[in-house]
T-cell receptor, first 113, second 114 residues
Framework: GAGVSQSPSNKVTEKGKDVELRCDPI?????LYWYRQSLGQGLEFLIY????????KSGLPSDRFSAERTGGSVSTLTIQRTQQEDSAVYLC???????????FGSGTRLTVV | DQQVKQNSPSLSVQEGRISILNCDYT??????FLWYKKYPAEGPTFLIS?????DKNEDGRFTVFLNKSAKHLSLHIVPSQPGDSAVYFC?????????????FGKGTLLTVNP
C-alpha cells in the first residue's frame, strides 16, 4: 500500500482482556518496528522484525506482550490480560533498509478501563 | 534513564520568526540523529537528519545543528509558518548491531501564531 496501515485506530478494552493490534507495512519493506507512546513520554521501542531473522524482542515490557509477523508482511501485536498502564498509542513503522527511512503508521490508541 | 532529552515541553513563536527546538543526549555511542514531526492523530513523519561526522545539515527552511562536544543538537525553522505547529521529536541511533533502534525524546509542542 501507499503507507503503513494500522488497525484499529482506537481501542477501548476492559482490564484483564486480551487485545490484538494489526500493522500492514509498506509493500516491499523488510524491516518492521513497533513502538509505543505513553502519555507525556517519548516513543519507546518494543520489537523489531527484519526479513526472516529472529526478531529483537528486547523492548517488550512484560511477557504479556507478544508479536508476530506472518509471511514477512502483516504484523500483529498481542497484549494479554491488559492493565491500565498498557494505555498508550501503539505505533508501527516499516523501512526498506535497516534503521533508515522509517515510515510510521497513524497508530492505535489503546485505552484500558 | 533518559538518553535523549527535550527539556522544553512547548514553544510558542510568531509567524515569520525563527523557531529553535533543542535536544540533548547522553549516550556517546549515538552517531545519527533525526527530527520527526507529529500532527495529532497521525504518525510521526521524518523531517531532517544529521550524521555525527557533520555539524550542520540544511533542507529548505529547516536546519539541524550538532554540537558533539556538548552532546546537543538543535532544529531551526526559518521562517516559521502556522502549518509548522506540531510536536517535534528528536531521535538518535547508535552504530553497531542495534542500529535499527531509535531512542526518542519526549517531544516539544511548537505553536506558530499567525
Amino acid at each position: 500500500g501507499a503507507g503503513v496501515s494500522q488497525s484499529p485506530s482506537n481501542k477501548v478494552t476492559e482490564k484483564g482482556k486480551d487485545v490484538e493490534l494489526r500493522c500492514d507495512p509498506i509493500s516491499g519493506h523488510t524491516a518492521l518496528y513497533w513502538y509505543r507512546q505513553s502519555l507525556g513520554q517519548g516513543l519507546e521501542f518494543l520489537i523489531y522484525f527484519q526479513g526472516n531473522s529472529a526478531p529483537d524482542k528486547s523492548g517488550l515490557p512484560s511477557d504479556r506482550f507478544s508479536a508476530e509477523r506472518t509471511g514477512g508482511s502483516v504484523s500483529t501485536l498481542t497484549i494479554q490480560r491488559t492493565q491500565q498502564e498498557d494505555s498508550a498509542v501503539y505505533l508501527c513503522a516499516s523501512s526498506l533498509l535497516q534503521g533508515q527511512g522509517y515510515t510510521f503508521g497513524s497508530g492505535t490508541r489503546l485505552t484500558v478501563v | 534513564d533518559q538518553q535523549v532529552k527535550q527539556n522544553s515541553p512547548s514553544l510558542s513563536v510568531q509567524e515569520g520568526r525563527i523557531s529553535i527546538l533543542n535536544c540533548d543526549y547522553t549516550n556517546s555511542m549515538f552517531d545519527y540523529f533525526l527530527w520527526y514531526k507529529k500532527y495529532p492523530a497521525e504518525g510521526p513523519t521524518f523531517l531532517i537528519s544529521i550524521s555525527s561526522i557533520k555539524d550542520k545539515n540544511e533542507d529548505g527552511r529547516f536546519t539541524v545543528f550538532l554540537n558533539k562536544s556538548a552532546k546537543h543538537l538543535s532544529l531551526h525553522i526559518v521562517p516559521s509558518q502556522p502549518g509548522d505547529s506540531a510536536v517535534y521529536f528528536c531521535a538518535a541511533r547508535s552504530s553497531g548491531g542495534s542500529n535499527y533502534k531509535l531512542t526518542f525524546g519526549k517531544g516539544t509542542l511548537l505553536t506558530v501564531n499567525p
